[in-house]
C-alpha cells in the first residue's frame, strides 16, 4: 500500500480505517507528468531572467536535438570504419585529425565575422556539416566513409567562434554558466539516449540508414537554432557596404591579427609555458586515438553494443563530474584542474598498456578507461577555459581563445598521422602497438610537468604585480 494510506489509517485516536466514502487519491501519470514541468518552469524562472528566456528555450531545444544527432553518429564512426570498411590506420588518422584541420582556420574564421551577424555563419555551418552525413547512405567504402564523417567535422568547425559570440551576447555574464549548465545537460542526455538507440539499432541495420537519419534530426536543430536571437538581421546598410574595405587592406588586416595573436607567446611567459604544456599533452593524447580503434575492433572485438554502453556511462559520468570541477575550480585554480585532469587521463593509455597483459582480456577491460574518460572530460572543458580566462584578463579573451584554438588544430592535424605511420611501423617490425600508449603516456606527463611550470610562472608574475 502506497504510504499516504498509512497515514490517513493512523489519523484517528483509535486507528480506525479511511472511510470509504472518502477513497485515497492517488496522482496519475499525467498528474506528475504536469507536476514535473511546473516545477520545471519555475527552476528555470528562477534560473533564466525575462529578457534570456527565448535565447535559452531556442538553445536548449537545439541543443537537445543535436545531441540525438552527434550521439548517434560520432561514438561510433571510428568503430565503423575499422569493423565494417576495414579501414587502415592512415584512414583512421584522417578522421581524427579532420575536426582539427578546422581549428587551424579558427583566427580566420574569427576575423571573418567581425561586425556581421553570427547566426547565420552558425546555421549554415551546422546545416552543410549535417548534409554531408547524409551522404553516408552511399558511403560504401573506407575512403568514402572517412570522407564524409571528415568534411563534416571541417564544416562544423565554422559555427565555433560565431556561437561563443551569440552565447556572450544573448545570456547576462553574471548568469551564463548557471544557464549554459542546462543546455549542456541536455545535450549529454540527448546523447546517452541516442547512443543507446543506434547502438542497438545497428545490430540489425546498417549505418547507412542510422546517420541519415540522425543528420535530419541535426538538420532541424539547425533550423531552430537560428530562431535564438530574431533581432539580428543579414542586411548591411549602404553605408555598412560603402565602408567594407578592399582586397588588400582585408589581407593585411587579417595579418596584423594573426601575427598579433601569434606574439601573445612572446610576450605572456605564463601563458607560454600554458599553451606549451597543453600542446605537448594534447599531442601524446592524439597520437594514440586513431590506435585505439585498432587495439577496439582487432584485439578485443568490441561491438557497437558494447561501445554504446561505455560511452554512455562516459556520459553520465561527466554530468556528475561538471558540477565537482566547478566548485574546483571556483575554490582552488583552473590550472590546478588542469594538472590534476592530465594526471588522470594518464591512466587512460595505461589502462590499454595492461590489456597486453591481461589472458583472454575482452572489450569490458576498458571500462576503466571510460570512466576516467568520463571525469576528464568535464574537468578538462571547465579547467582549461577558466584558466584562459585567467590569463588573459577581460580586453583580450577572443585573442587568448582564438590561438588556444589554433595551436588545438596544429597538434590535431600532425598527431594522429605520427599515431598512424607508427602503427604501420610497429606491425611491420612485428612489435605490438601498445608501444604507442608508452610514448603517448611519456608526452602527457611532459605536459603534467610543463603545467606545473606555467603555474610557477604566473605565480610569480602575480607577485610582481602585488608588489607593484
Request: hydrophobic share 55%; glycine share 8%; with cysteine.
Given at each position: 500500500m502506497p504510504e499516504s494510506g498509512n497515514r490517513k489509517q493512523g489519523a484517528g485516536n483509535h486507528g480506525e480505517p479511511a472511510s470509504p466514502s472518502r477513497p485515497l487519491r492517488v496522482p496519475d501519470a499525467r498528474q506528475l507528468t504536469k507536476q514535473a514541468r511546473v516545477r520545471a518552469k519555475q527552476a528555470v524562472r528562477k534560473q533564466v531572467p525575462g529578457g534570456a528566456r527565448h535565447a535559452f528555450r531556442v538553445d536548449i531545444t537545439a541543443m537537445f536535438l543535436a545531441g540525438l544527432y552527434?550521439?548517434?553518429?560520432?561514438?561510433?564512426?571510428?568503430?565503423?570504419?575499422?569493423?565494417?570498411?576495414?579501414?587502415?590506420?592512415?584512414?583512421?588518422?584522417?578522421?581524427?585529425?579532420?575536426?582539427?584541420?578546422?581549428?587551424l582556420m579558427a583566427l580566420f574564421w574569427a576575423r571573418a565575422m567581425e561586425g556581421k551577424a553570427k547566426v547565420p555563419f552558425v546555421k549554415w555551418s551546422h546545416l552543410g556539416a549535417r548534409f554531408m552525413i547524409l551522404l553516408a547512405v552511399f558511403a560504401s567504402g573506407a575512403w568514402q566513409f572517412a570522407l564524409v564523417v571528415s568534411l563534416c567535422q571541417i564544416i562544423g568547425s565554422i559555427a565555433t567562434p560565431a556561437y561563443a559570440a551569440i552565447i556572450k551576447e544573448v545570456y547576462p555574464a553574471?548568469?551564463?554558466?548557471?544557464?549554459?549548465?542546462?543546455?549542456?545537460?541536455?545535450?549529454?542526455?540527448?546523447?546517452?539516449?541516442?547512443?543507446?538507440?543506434?547502438?542497438?539499432?545497428?545490430?540489425?541495420?546498417?549505418?547507412?540508414?542510422?546517420?541519415?537519419?540522425?543528420?535530419?534530426?541535426?538538420?532541424?536543430?539547425?533550423?531552430?537554432?537560428?530562431?535564438?536571437?530574431?533581432?539580428?538581421?543579414?542586411?548591411?546598410?549602404?553605408?555598412?557596404?560603402?565602408?567594407?574595405?578592399?582586397?588588400?587592406?582585408?589581407?593585411?588586416?587579417?595579418?596584423?591579427?594573426?601575427?598579433?595573436?601569434?606574439?601573445?607567446?612572446?610576450?605572456?611567459?605564463?601563458?607560454?609555458?600554458?599553451?606549451?604544456?597543453?600542446?605537448?599533452?594534447?599531442?601524446?593524447?592524439?597520437l594514440t586515438v586513431p590506435i585505439i580503434p585498432l587495439v577496439q575492433v582487432d584485439e578485443l572485438h568490441i561491438t557497437k553494443a558494447q561501445l554504446a554502453v561505455m560511452f554512455n556511462l562516459m556520459q553520465v559520468v561527466a554530468i556528475f563530474f561538471y558540477f565537482y570541477w566547478g566548485r574546483f575550480v571556483d575554490r582552488r585554480s583552473p590550472q590546478q584542474a588542469v594538472v590534476i585532469n592530465v594526471l588522470l587521463n594518464c591512466l587512460v593509455p595505461i589502462v590499454y598498456i595492461a590489456t597486453g597483459f591481461l589472458p583472454g582480456a575482452n572489450a569490458w577491460v576498458l571500462l576503466p578507461a571510460y570512466i576516467v574518460s568520463g571525469i576528464v572530460l568535464a574537468g578538462i572543458d571547465l579547467s582549461y577555459f577558466n584558466a584562459i580566462l585567467t590569463f588573459s584578463g577581460s580586453d583580450n579573451v577572443s585573442r587568448y581563445q582564438a590561438l588556444q584554438s589554433f595551436l588545438?588544430?596544429?597538434?590535431?592535424?600532425?598527431?594522429?598521422?605520427?599515431?598512424?605511420?607508427?602503427?604501420?611501423?610497429?606491425?611491420?617490425?612485428?612489435?605490438?602497438l601498445r608501444w604507442a600508449f608508452v610514448v603517448g603516456l611519456v608526452f602527457m606527463l611532459t605536459g603534467a610537468w610543463m603545467q606545473q611550470m606555467a603555474m610557477r610562472r604566473q605565480a610569480e608574475h602575480k607577485l610582481l604585480l602585488d608588489q607593484g
Amino acid at each position: 500500500m502506497p504510504e499516504s494510506g498509512n497515514r490517513k489509517q493512523g489519523a484517528g485516536n483509535h486507528g480506525e480505517p479511511a472511510s470509504p466514502s472518502r477513497p485515497l487519491r492517488v496522482p496519475d501519470a499525467r498528474q506528475l507528468t504536469k507536476q514535473a514541468r511546473v516545477r520545471a518552469k519555475q527552476a528555470v524562472r528562477k534560473q533564466v531572467p525575462g529578457g534570456a528566456r527565448h535565447a535559452f528555450r531556442v538553445d536548449i531545444t537545439a541543443m537537445f536535438l543535436a545531441g540525438l544527432y552527434t550521439g548517434a553518429v560520432f561514438p561510433f564512426a571510428a568503430v565503423i570504419a575499422r569493423d565494417d570498411l576495414n579501414a587502415s590506420p592512415l584512414i583512421l588518422a584522417v578522421m581524427t585529425a579532420a575536426p582539427f584541420i578546422g581549428n587551424l582556420m579558427a583566427l580566420f574564421w574569427a576575423r571573418a565575422m567581425e561586425g556581421k551577424a553570427k547566426v547565420p555563419f552558425v546555421k549554415w555551418s551546422h546545416l552543410g556539416a549535417r548534409f554531408m552525413i547524409l551522404l553516408a547512405v552511399f558511403a560504401s567504402g573506407a575512403w568514402q566513409f572517412a570522407l564524409v564523417v571528415s568534411l563534416c567535422q571541417i564544416i562544423g568547425s565554422i559555427a565555433t567562434p560565431a556561437y561563443a559570440a551569440i552565447i556572450k551576447e544573448v545570456y547576462p555574464a553574471e548568469q551564463r554558466g548557471q544557464i549554459l549548465a542546462y543546455s549542456r545537460a541536455a545535450i549529454l542526455v540527448a546523447q546517452i539516449i541516442s547512443t543507446l538507440v543506434a547502438g542497438w539499432l545497428m545490430g540489425f541495420v546498417s549505418y547507412q540508414w542510422v546517420f541519415p537519419c540522425a543528420a535530419v534530426i541535426g538538420i532541424i536543430a539547425a533550423f531552430v537554432f537560428a530562431r535564438i536571437n530574431p533581432s539580428e538581421t543579414d542586411a548591411e546598410t549602404v553605408e555598412e557596404l560603402e565602408k567594407r574595405p578592399g582586397a588588400m587592406e582585408k589581407m593585411r588586416d587579417t595579418a596584423s591579427f594573426i601575427w598579433s595573436t601569434l606574439g601573445i607567446l612572446r610576450e605572456d611567459r605564463a601563458f607560454r609555458w600554458f599553451a606549451l604544456s597543453v600542446f605537448t599533452y594534447g599531442f601524446g593524447n592524439l597520437l594514440t586515438v586513431p590506435i585505439i580503434p585498432l587495439v577496439q575492433v582487432d584485439e578485443l572485438h568490441i561491438t557497437k553494443a558494447q561501445l554504446a554502453v561505455m560511452f554512455n556511462l562516459m556520459q553520465v559520468v561527466a554530468i556528475f563530474f561538471y558540477f565537482y570541477w566547478g566548485r574546483f575550480v571556483d575554490r582552488r585554480s583552473p590550472q590546478q584542474a588542469v594538472v590534476i585532469n592530465v594526471l588522470l587521463n594518464c591512466l587512460v593509455p595505461i589502462v590499454y598498456i595492461a590489456t597486453g597483459f591481461l589472458p583472454g582480456a575482452n572489450a569490458w577491460v576498458l571500462l576503466p578507461a571510460y570512466i576516467v574518460s568520463g571525469i576528464v572530460l568535464a574537468g578538462i572543458d571547465l579547467s582549461y577555459f577558466n584558466a584562459i580566462l585567467t590569463f588573459s584578463g577581460s580586453d583580450n579573451v577572443s585573442r587568448y581563445q582564438a590561438l588556444q584554438s589554433f595551436l588545438l588544430g596544429i597538434r590535431g592535424t600532425i598527431a594522429p598521422l605520427i599515431g598512424s605511420f607508427m602503427a604501420v611501423a610497429l606491425r611491420a617490425q612485428g612489435q605490438n602497438l601498445r608501444w604507442a600508449f608508452v610514448v603517448g603516456l611519456v608526452f602527457m606527463l611532459t605536459g603534467a610537468w610543463m603545467q606545473q611550470m606555467a603555474m610557477r610562472r604566473q605565480a610569480e608574475h602575480k607577485l610582481l604585480l602585488d608588489q607593484g
